[in-house]
């Protein structure tokens, strides 16, 4: 299975199998929300490719990936998105899964912003996670 899989699949599971954080949030989705989705809702996709290391063979060891996850609302106000964003960090930051692959994952880089579109208002908040997936 690729890296980035098995990282997609860490992040989906952690988050959308989390009873605390679904009471805070409508839904979790890979890229992009679907049209019709409720919020606020979670986001994640990849950021960035990060690095590999390979053996002198040429056998794949580890990715490094990056990942953006945010939890994203309706409005011109954060207001409500904090509860949501800092319980993705308590889930994800230091976390481990190796029987999945997943060595470990750290909180990058914090960030918010607002995005708009049509003459709708949305704001994001979370971060970027660095996820270290082990061949």
């Known amino acids: 299975m690729s890296a ?3 990282a997609e699949r860490f992040i989906y599971e952690t988050l959308a199998f989390d009873t605390e954080l679904m009471g805070l949030v409508q839904g979790v989705y890979r890229d992009a929300v679907p049209d019709g989705a409720q919020y606020p809702c979670v986001r994640f996709a ?5 690095r590999t290391l390979r ?3 040429g056998r794949l060891l ?3 990936l990056e990942f953006l996850v945010t939890v994203i609302g309706e409005g011109e106000s954060r207001t409500g998105l904090e509860a949501a964003a800092d319980r993705i960090e308590a889930l994800l930051h230091r976390a481990r899964a190796p029987q999945q692959g997943v060595l470990q994952v750290l909180k990058t880089l914090p960030l918010a912003f607002e995005e708009r579109d049509g ?8 971060a970027v996670y660095e996820v270290l997936v082990g061949s």
């Open 4 to 6: 980035v899989v098995q």
């Open 55 to 57: 053996d002198r063979g």
């Open 46 to 50: 990849l950021y960035g490719n990060g």
């Open 119 to 126: 003459g709708q208002t949305w704001q994001h908040l979370g």
């Open 62 to 64: 580890w990715s490094r």
